[in-house]
C-alpha cells in the first residue's frame, strides 16, 4: 500500500496553468504506475494520464492530450501534472492514483487500488 496527498490546485483563469503534485509515503513507490484521474459532481471519475514505474511510457486522455504533462521523481517519491492552456471543462477534483497494474489498464477507477483525497482545481472564463 502506499498514501497519497495531493496539493497544487487552486483557482486559475482559462488559458492559464497549474502544477500539480502527489507526495507519495512508503519505500515501494518506484514500483507503481502513477495515474491522475478527475470528478465533477454527479460525474463518474475520468481518467486523465498516467506514468510507468520508470517514467518511460505515458499514456493521456484524448481530451487533454497535448496540455497536460504526466512526470515523477522517484527520488522525491513524487508525481506531477503539469496543466497547461487550461480551459473551464478542466474544472474538477483531481486525484492522484497508484497501482501495480499496467498503465494501459489504469484507465478505469475500479482497477486502482491506491486514492490520494483529491485537490479541486477551477477555471474561471
Known amino acids: 500500500q502506499v498514501q497519497l496527498v495531493e496539493s497544487g490546485g487552486g483557482v486559475v483563469q482559462a488559458g492559464g496553468s497549474l502544477r500539480l503534485s502527489c507526495a507519495a509515503s512508503g519505500r515501494t513507490f518506484s514500483t507503481f504506475g502513477m495515474a491522475w484521474f478527475r470528478q465533477t459532481p454527479g460525474k463518474e471519475r475520468e481518467f486523465v494520464a498516467a506514468?510507468?514505474?520508470?517514467?518511460?511510457?505515458?499514456v493521456y486522455a484524448d481530451s487533454i492530450k497535448g496540455r497536460f504533462t504526466i512526470s515523477r521523481d522517484n527520488a522525491k517519491t513524487t508525481v506531477y501534472l503539469q496543466m497547461n492552456s487550461l480551459k473551464p471543462e478542466d474544472t474538477a477534483v483531481y486525484y492522484c492514483a497508484a497501482d501495480h497494474r499496467p498503465i494501459a489498464t489504469m484507465n478505469l477507477p475500479r482497477n486502482i487500488a491506491n486514492w490520494g483525497q483529491g485537490t479541486q482545481v477551477t477555471v474561471s472564463s
Open positions: 506514468i510507468a514505474w520508470s517514467g518511460g511510457h505515458t
